[in-house]
C-alpha cells in the first residue's frame, strides 16, 4: 500500500519562503507530483520528481530522496497569492492507476 | 491548452436515487479518473479508464460504477445514492506514464 503526509498548517511572511514537506512509504514507487488548490478550484499540476536531487523550477523547486521517502517543495519570493493548499501525490508503478494523495499543506502568506 | 469540463457543477440528489455525472475531456488523453475529496481524506480515487471501453476498480469504488463510452467522455454513476457519498468530485485525464494530470473544476454533490 501507499501512505502520504504532510504538515495540516505552515505560515510565512511576504517576500520570504516557504517549504512545504512530504514523506511517503509505498511498495512501489515511480515518481511523486506537487499540485496546487486554491479554496473551491481544482487542483493544478506544479512539479514532478522522480530522480534524487534538487529540481529548480524558478519560483518554486522541489527535492526527492527516495532512500528516505521524502521530498519537499520549496515557495520562494513568497506572494500573498501563493496563499493555497499544496499536495504531494505518489505514482506507483502502475502509474496508470493514478496518484494516491497526502491531504496537503494549507500554506498561508501575511504581508 | 488542456481542457476537462464537468457537469453538472453542483447536484442535491435524495437518498436513493441515481446519479451520474459527466465528464468531457478535449486534451485527446488515453487515461481519465474520478477522484472525490472530503476533508481529512484528501483526494481519494474511485475509478479510472485506460481508454474508450475500459474501466477500472481505484481505491474506493463501492457504492459507485464508471462509464467511458469515448476517449472524451467518462461518467461516474450512483446507481443508489447515500449520504455518505456528498463530496466534491473531481475528474481528470492524463497521458500513460506522464505524472501531470488535469482536473476539471469539480463538481459538489449533496445526498439529502
Known amino acids: 500500500g501507499q501512505g502520504v503526509e504532510q504538515p495540516d498548517n505552515l505560515m510565512s511572511v511576504e517576500g520570504t519562503f516557504a517549504r512545504v514537506n512530504c514523506t511517503y512509504s509505498?511498495?512501489?514507487?515511480?515518481?511523486l507530483s506537487w499540485y496546487q488548490q486554491r479554496e473551491g478550484h481544482a487542483p493544478v499540476f506544479l512539479s514532478y520528481?522522480?530522480?534524487?536531487g534538487l529540481k529548480d523550477s524558478g519560483h518554486f523547486s522541489t527535492f526527492l530522496s527516495r532512500s528516505n521517502g521524502y521530498s519537499y517543495l520549496l515557495l520562494t519570493e513568497l506572494q500573498i497569492k501563493d496563499s493555497a493548499s499544496y499536495l504531494c501525490?505518489?505514482?506507483?508503478?502502475?502509474?496508470?492507476?493514478?496518484?494516491?494523495f497526502g491531504l496537503g499543506t494549507r500554506v498561508s502568506v501575511f504581508p | 491548452e488542456a481542457a476537462v469540463t464537468q457537469s453538472p457543477r453542483n447536484k442535491v440528489a435524495v437518498t436513493g436515487g441515481k446519479v451520474t455525472l459527466s465528464c468531457n475531456q478535449t486534451?485527446?488523453?488515453?487515461?481519465m479518473y474520478w477522484y472525490r475529496q472530503d476533508t481529512g481524506h484528501g483526494l481519494r480515487l474511485i475509478h479510472y479508464?485506460?481508454?474508450?471501453?475500459?474501466?477500472e476498480k481505484g481505491d474506493i469504488p463501492d457504492g459507485y460504477k464508471a462509464s467511458r463510452p469515448s476517449q472524451e467522455n467518462f461518467s461516474l454513476i450512483l446507481e443508489l445514492a447515500t449520504p455518505s457519498q456528498t463530496s466534491v468530485y473531481f475528474c481528470?485525464?492524463?497521458?500513460?506514464?506522464?505524472?501531470?494530470?488535469?482536473f476539471g473544476p469539480g463538481t459538489r454533490l449533496t445526498v439529502l
Open positions: 501525490a505518489v505514482r506507483a508503478y502502475n502509474y496508470a492507476q493514478g496518484l494516491t
Open positions: 481528470a485525464s492524463g497521458v500513460l506514464g506522464n505524472a501531470e494530470q488535469f
Open positions: 479508464s485506460y481508454g474508450a471501453g475500459s474501466t
Open positions: 520528481v522522480v530522480l534524487d
Open positions: 509505498t511498495s512501489g514507487f515511480n515518481g
Open positions: 486534451n485527446n488523453h488515453n487515461n
